[in-house]
């Protein structure tokens, strides 16, 4: 007797409309006024589990959530002289869940109350004012200094399970009843400077953010098709520093750009790694970015981009057991290990056909990953087939190298 193949497939995403309006009035040449109108309409499937007639799994739909953002916002930008520019401003965002769906009431993780809401009943609201300064000193022709201070809400969130290396899973979430929006204060001081001659660019800026209701996953949280996935969160402080690095070329047959990063991002959540800070999920230490570009001819450009990223914080297991015959890992502490180090080689040959008119087209071969680079996605853990007391790590990649050819048409 054969047995078919099932099919079946998991997703989880979010779709957002976007209306933006803006007003722009110039007092005089040195002072302008911004008032503007941003709203945002968000979808979110949190999970979402598609299998055909003869899978051995059924499907699964988790409830969609909705919301809507509303922001007016204003700002004042002037020149008190020609060395100074001062810009301030603030947004005042509203937030709004909104039904259908049953939405749950939580204590200590366990449901202890489901409301029922129809469809575009307000569920939740926040309201979030975001506050903006900047003050730019220009000392020359050639060089600036600009200080920052701004805060900002976030209501749109994705979550990454750590400790599910071997099958990395983002979820959409946005700000409800359970979860409070996220929120940060962020100040940053920056140089930047000009050769004489226009030629290069260079910049340097330092920057410190306070992260406040940062959210994160339980340890050992359940969130794979999970209805009652905000039952799995919890939520604590943050804080975010590092210098941002770039010097830029940008006239001769050879130019580009190469930046260097350095940035750290950590949490401090109640509940999770004993209460001592551990790295972010998205905490990239080291950020290298180099592009290059020469003009072979006013037609054929050659271009080679090179990345270079620490690798991303995860958890791993340091211990397992079995519970009903199934093996289950034991994680110690949080985001404690590293990825391997994430780094490619991009080239690209651009051909500019004769243009016609407002009518141009370009031909693009270009090879990403030229050196073949093995960049982990994830990692797997097995028994060792001749002792099963031990568990290896195999890791998986998904690219090699790959070229590919494209036609532009611009018109």
């Known amino acids: 007797m054969a047995f078919e193949p099932s099919v079946f497939s998991m997703l989880s995403g979010i779709t957002t409309y976007n209306f933006k309006h803006e007003f722009n009035y110039f007092l005089t040449e040195n002072s302008r006024f911004i008032l503007g109108y941003d709203f945002l309409a968000h979808n979110i499937t949190p999970g979402q589990l598609i299998a055909d007639e003869d899978a051995i799994v059924h499907p699964i739909r988790i409830q969609d959530r909705n919301g809507r953002e509303n922001s007016l916002y204003f700002s004042h930008e002037f020149h008190p002289s020609s060395s100074w520019i001062i810009n301030y401003g603030i947004r005042l965002n509203t937030f709004r869940l909104y039904g259908p769906g049953d939405f749950y009431r939580y204590e200590s993780g366990i449901p202890t109350d489901t409301v029922t809401h129809g469809k575009n009943k307000v569920v939740k609201s926040y309201f979030s004012p975001e506050r903006r300064l900047s003050i730019t000193h220009i000392i020359n022709r050639s060089q600036s200094v600009k200080m920052a201070y701004s805060t900002h809400t976030q209501h749109i969130n994705m979550i990454t399970a750590s400790e599910n290396v071997s099958l990395p899973v983002d979820i959409w979430i946005m700000s409800s009843n359970n979860v409070r929006p996220q929120k940060s204060d962020q100040a940053s001081l920056g140089?930047?400077?000009?050769?004489?001659?226009?030629?290069?660019?260079?910049?340097?800026?330092?920057?410190?953010?306070?992260?406040?209701?940062?959210?994160?996953?339980?340890?050992?949280?359940?969130?794979?098709?999970?209805?009652?996935?905000?039952?799995?969160?919890?939520?604590?402080?943050?804080?975010?520093?590092?210098?941002?690095?770039?010097?830029?070329?940008?006239?001769?047959?050879?130019?580009?750009?190469?930046?260097?990063?350095?940035?750290?991002?950590?949490?401090?959540?109640?509940?999770?790694?004993?209460?001592?800070w551990y790295p972010a999920r998205q905490d990239i230490t080291n950020d290298v970015s180099v592009v290059g570009m020469y003009d072979i001819s006013p037609r054929l450009t050659f271009s080679a981009t090179w990345i270079y990223q620490t690798g991303n914080a995860v958890s791993l297991p340091t211990g397992r057991y079995t519970i009903n015959g199934e093996v289950k890992y034991y994680y110690n502490e949080r985001n404690g290990y590293r990825m391997p180090d994430y780094h490619r080689l991009d080239l690209g040959l651009t051909w500019n056909f004769k243009s016609r008119g407002k009518y141009s087209s370009n031909l693009n071969f270009s090879v990403y990953n030229a050196y073949a680079r093995k960049n982990a996605f994830s990692i797997n853990f097995e028994q060792d087939s001749v002792d099963p007391n031990r568990t290896k790590a195999v890791m998986t990649y998904l690219f090699s190298a790959i070229p590919s050819l494209t036609y532009n048409f611009n018109f």
Do not use: C
């Open 191 to 276: 140089f930047f400077q000009n050769s004489k001659d226009d030629h290069y660019q260079f910049s340097a800026e330092a920057y410190f953010k306070w992260l406040h209701e940062q959210v994160d996953l339980k340890n050992g949280a359940d969130i794979m098709l999970n209805q009652h996935l905000e039952s799995q969160l919890l939520q604590g402080n943050g804080r975010s520093y590092g210098l941002e690095l770039m010097l830029k070329k940008k006239q001769g047959k050879l130019h580009g750009w190469a930046s260097y990063t350095f940035s750290r991002t950590e949490l401090n959540i109640p509940g999770i790694n004993n209460g001592d």
